[in-house]
C-alpha cells in the first residue's frame, strides 16, 4: 500500500484519540500521570466539534464537554473531529485545539509568553522597555538589531514550549496506540465509554483494572 | 499567520528519509534562487510563491542571521495572487464590450472576441490592482526533520511542499495519525493490528 494511501485510510485513528482523551480525562478527573512529563492535568474547554459525515454538532462554552448534547452526538454515531484542551504541567498551563485528522495544532496559548502581550507599555510602571528619552540616544541599527535578538528570543521560548507540548502529546498518543491496536480496546475501553457516553458511572479503578496488570505504563488518578 | 506574535496555529510536516545536513552557504544560496519574484501584469502566471524573510513579507533577501536562528531555518513562504474582485471586472467588461460593439457597429461579439477582451481588460485591472499578498512563516528544525507551517490552511500547505522540494531536494510528508505511529515505531504484530483496525463507534445501534 503507498505511504499516502495507509495515511488517509487511518486519518480516523485523531478522532478516536480526541474520544480518549475526552474520555479518560472525565474518568480520572482531569489528572493523568504520563511516563515522561508526570503528573498533567487535561481536560476539555472551549470548543468541542464531533461529525459524522456532513452532520457537525458544535459546542462552544467553558466545559462544552459535559453537557448532554456532546454524549448524545456520540450516541449518534459521530466523533470528535477538533477539541480544545487546557493542559498543565507542574507550574504551566497552556490551551490548543487539536484537529483530529492531522494532529495539527490551533490557538496555542503559551501564558508565560503571551502574558508578554499585556506587558506594560514603554515608559509605564514597570516596563523594562526603553523610555523615550533613552530611545533618543540609540541609532537605528542599534533598534533594529535589539528587535531582532528579542525577536529571536521570543521566537526560541515559543518553539520550546510547543515542543513541550507536542511531546506531551506524543507521549499520550504513544500510549493511546498501545491500547488501541491491543485487544483490551475493544473488551475493557469501548464498553467503558459506551457506559460513559449513556451517562453511567465508570469507576477508574475497575477500569484500570480491566485493562490487565502492566497494561498502562503509568496513568489514571 | 505568525510564529512570534498571539496564540500559535500550525501543521507539522516531515522531511521524508533520514535527516540531511544542511551546510547555511547552499542552503542560503537556495533559498536565494527559489525567493519570491513578485507577479507581472502583462504576463500569464496567476500566483507566484517563493521564499521572503521570515516574519517579513517584502523582504525578499534575508540574510544569514535572519534564516539560521539556532537549530532552526526560518523562512517566509510568501503567495501572491492576482485577486480581481468579480463585480468589478463585470463592470469593466460591460463598459469595454460596449465600446467594442459600437466601433464594430454590431450587436453581438463572438465566443472568442468575448474571451480576448476579458483577457485584455483583467490584464488592464492588473496594472491597477496590486496582487494578493499572503506570507506564512515557516521553521525548519533539520535535526529532527520537523517543518512548521504556521498556517493550517490546505493552499499554502502543498505550496509549502512544492517549494521545499524545489529548494531543497527533500520531499515533506504532512503530520497524521499514520505517520505519528510510524515515527513510534511499530512492530510486526501492532502493524497487523493496524491494518485489521476498524473505526470505532458509539453509536446505540451497533450495541
Not at chain 1, 465508570?202 to 490487565?212: I, K, M, N, P
Request: proline share 5%; hydrophobic share 40%.
Amino acid at each position: 500500500m503507498q505511504l499516502v494511501d495507509r495515511i488517509e485510510k487511518r486519518r480516523f485513528v485523531g478522532r478516536e484519540l480526541l474520544l480518549w482523551l475526552w474520555f479518560e480525562s472525565e474518568v480520572f478527573d482531569g489528572t493523568r500521570t504520563t511516563k515522561d512529563h508526570g503528573d498533567v492535568g487535561l481536560w476539555l474547554v472551549r470548543e468541542l466539534s464531533l461529525s459524522s459525515g456532513k452532520e457537525v454538532t458544535r459546542i462552544q462554552g467553558a466545559a462544552p464537554a459535559l453537557g448532554r448534547d456532546a454524549k448524545e452526538a456520540l450516541l449518534a454515531g459521530k466523533l470528535p473531529e477538533r477539541a480544545s484542551f487546557k493542559v498543565s504541567m507542574g507550574e504551566r498551563e497552556a490551551e490548543l485545539t487539536i484537529k483530529a485528522e492531522t494532529l495539527g495544532l490551533s490557538g496555542v496559548r503559551l501564558p508565560t509568553v503571551l502574558d508578554d502581550g499585556d506587558a506594560p507599555a514603554p515608559g509605564e510602571l514597570g516596563s523594562t522597555a526603553p523610555t523615550r528619552a533613552r530611545r533618543r540616544r540609540t541609532t537605528v541599527e542599534e533598534d533594529a538589531d535589539r528587535e531582532r535578538d528579542e525577536a529571536a528570543l521570543a521566537f526560541q521560548e515559543r518553539m520550546s514550549l510547543a515542543r513541550e507540548i507536542e511531546s506531551l502529546l506524543e507521549g499520550l498518543y504513544a500510549e493511546f496506540l498501545a491500547l488501541r491496536l491491543s485487544p483490551r480496546w475493544g473488551s475493557a475501553v469501548v464498553p467503558a465509554m459506551r457506559t460513559w457516553a449513556s451517562g453511567g458511572r465508570v469507576d477508574a479503578a475497575r477500569y484500570l483494572r480491566a485493562q490487565g496488570p502492566g497494561a498502562r505504563g503509568g496513568r489514571g488518578a | 499567520m505568525s510564529a512570534t506574535r498571539g496564540s500559535l496555529t500550525y501543521a507539522r510536516f516531515f522531511v521524508r528519509g533520514d535527516a540531511p545536513e544542511v551546510p547555511p552557504a547552499r542552503a542560503l544560496r537556495a533559498v536565494h534562487l527559489h525567493a519570491f519574484r513578485p507577479l507581472v501584469p502583462d504576463e500569464e502566471q496567476k500566483e507566484s510563491v517563493g521564499w521572503c524573510r521570515f516574519g517579513e513579507a517584502f523582504d525578499l533577501q534575508p540574510g544569514q542571521d535572519d534564516v539560521f536562528v539556532d537549530e532552526f531555518v526560518n523562512l517566509g513562504l510568501r503567495v501572491d495572487r492576482w485577486a480581481v474582485p468579480g463585480a468589478l471586472l463585470r463592470a469593466r467588461l460591460r463598459d469595454a464590450e460596449a465600446e467594442l460593439l459600437a466601433q464594430k457597429g454590431r450587436e453581438r461579439l463572438t465566443r472568442a472576441e468575448k474571451k480576448e477582451l476579458k483577457e485584455q481588460v483583467s490584464r488592464r485591472l492588473r496594472h491597477e490592482l496590486p496582487p494578493r499578498t499572503r506570507a506564512f512563516d515557516v521553521s525548519w528544525a533539520p535535526g529532527s526533520g520537523v517543518v512548521r507551517l504556521f498556517t493550517q490552511a490546505a493552499g499554502p500547505a502543498l505550496a509549502l511542499g512544492e517549494l521545499f522540494k524545489r529548494t531543497f531536494k527533500l520531499e515533506l510528508v504532512a503530520e497524521s495519525p499514520y505517520t505519528l505511529s510510524a515515527r513510534l515505531g511499530m512492530s510486526a504484530a501492532r502493524e497487523a493490528a493496524w491494518a485489521d483496525a476498524e473505526p470505532t463507534t458509539l453509536l446505540e445501534e451497533a450495541r
